[in-house]
C-alpha cells in the first residue's frame, strides 16, 4: 500500500492512497492477457504467483485444461506434458470476498483446501459454486487474486478451443496446444 503524509500545522498524519495492484503481463500463443493482482485482499495468493512470475517459471507452461462455459486452466505443465516441480502449497484465500466472476484469476488446487501451488485458472463465466461457503473442503471455495484488465478476448479465444482427451490425464485438453510463452510485472 503507498503512502503519503499531510502535514497540518505541527501535526504529521500518515494517509493511505488508493489501493492499486501488481499487473503482469502475459504472452501465450493465442495472444496477450493482463492481469491486475488484489495484493490487497489476496496477499499470500499474490504474492506466491508473483513468486513465479520473478522466477519466470511460467515461461513455456500450458494451458491444460480448458472447458468452454466455465474456465481455463494453466501453469503447472511445460510442453512435453510434464509437471514442473513447485513451491510450497500455499493458505487458502477463499475467505477473502473476492468471487468467481467473469474474468477474475483464482488459484487451482486438489480436494484438500490448502494445496494451491503454482497452477491458475481464469473464469469464463460467473462460478458462484467455487466461491466460499463453508469450511468443509467442498464448501471452502477457490482463492480469486486478481482480474483480467485487457485481453479477455484472447481468454474467450482460448475457452472455445477444441479440446481431447489425451493420457488419461488430460480431459479437456486445447488442440492445439496453447503455450504461455512468458509472464512478466509490468506496473
Not at 477473502?96 to 501451488?117: C, E, F, P, Q, W
Not at 471452502?140 to 483480467?148: H, I
Amino acid at each position: 500500500m503507498k503512502y503519503f503524509i499531510l502535514l497540518i500545522g505541527s501535526f504529521c498524519l500518515l494517509t493511505a492512497t488508493a489501493f492499486a495492484g501488481t499487473v503482469v503481463e502475459m504472452k501465450t500463443s493465442v495472444g496477450v492477457i493482463q492481469i491486475e493482482l488484489n495484493n490487497e485482499k489476496a496477499p499470500l495468493s499474490a504474492a506466491n504467483f508473483l513468486h513465479y512470475v520473478d522466477q519466470e517459471y511460467y515461461d513455456g507452461t500450458i494451458f491444460h485444461r480448458v472447458m468452454a462455459k466455465f474456465m481455463i486452466q494453466g501453469g503447472g505443465f511445460d510442453k512435453q506434458l510434464e509437471r514442473k516441480p513447485t513451491q510450497a502449497a500455499i493458505k487458502n484465500e477463499a475467505t477473502n470476498g473476492l468471487k468467481n466472476n467473469y474474468g477474475t484469476i483464482a488459484m487451482a488446487r486438489t480436494g484438500v483446501v490448502d494445496s494451491a501451488t503454482s497452477q491458475f485458472f481464469i473464469n469464463l463465466v460467473d462460478n458462484d459454486f467455487l466461491n466460499h461457503k463453508g469450511e468443509t473442503p467442498r464448501g471452502y471455495g477457490y482463492a480469486v487474486f486478481g482480474k483480467v484488465i485487457a485481453g479477455m478476448d484472447v481468454v474467450e479465444k482460448i475457452g472455445k478451443i477444441k479440446t481431447i482427451a489425451k493420457n488419461y490425464q488430460f480431459k479437456n485438453y486445447p488442440e492445439p496446444q496453447l503455450v504461455i510463452e512468458s509472464v512478466r510485472r509490468v506496473k
